[in-house]
């Protein structure tokens, strides 16, 4: 097969994208937090600032780089023949979470642009650490491969 001779570039062009996607991952959460702030104590202008920002990064950053982990994961684990492997389960599973975790971040920033505050800062601020946990088990169950 033509892309069996690629799997490294393809390894690589993943690993790329993935650091883009968590990029993304941790900065907007980390958005929402001030732009709750700016709502919070009436700064109405920089609450603006954020809503962009938040769109910015969105469509810049976070959607294609999902697009493009997705597509090359996929590849790689047909190419690679890993479709039968337990690790390769266990990390779709934590992906997909991660997947659910953009999800709701970009719905947040969207409450958030209506004025919509669901979480408390605290609650918030506990959330933005779910990302690094994913990230940090996805990691040990590719390179490790405990099952
Ligand atoms: C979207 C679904 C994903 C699928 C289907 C997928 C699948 C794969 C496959 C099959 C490999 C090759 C493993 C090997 O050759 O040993 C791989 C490599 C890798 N993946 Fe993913 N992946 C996905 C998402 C992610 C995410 C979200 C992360 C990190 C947060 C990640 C991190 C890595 C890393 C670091 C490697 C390189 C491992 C090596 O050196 O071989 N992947 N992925």
Do not use: C
């Not at 799997?7 to 900065?27: D, E, K, P, R, S």
């Not at 709750?36 to 469509?59: H, N, P, T, Y």
Request: aromatic content about 12%; charged content about 15%.
């Amino acid at each position: 097969m033509v892309l069996a001779g690629a799997y490294l570039w393809i390894v690589a062009a993943h690993v790329i994208f993935v650091i883009f996607w968590m990029a993304g991952l941790f900065m907007l959460p980390r958005y929402l937090v001030y732009h709750q702030e700016a709502l919070v104590a009436g700064r109405g202008d920089e609450a603006a600032i954020w809503i962009e920002r938040e769109a910015k990064i969105r469509s810049i950053i976070l959607t294609p780089a999902m697009i493009a982990v997705w597509v090359l994961g996929l590849t790689l684990a047909t190419v690679g023949q890993h479709w039968g492997e337990g690790w390769l389960h266990a990390k779709l599973l934590f992906v997909l979470l991660l997947s659910g975790y953009h999800g709701w971040a970009v719905g947040y920033a969207r409450r958030l642009a209506r004025g919509v505050m669901r979480l408390d800062a605290r609650r918030l601020r506990m959330i933005n650490e779910v990302p690094a946990l994913m990230a940090t088990v996805i990691v040990v169950l590719v390179f490790v491969k405990p099952f």
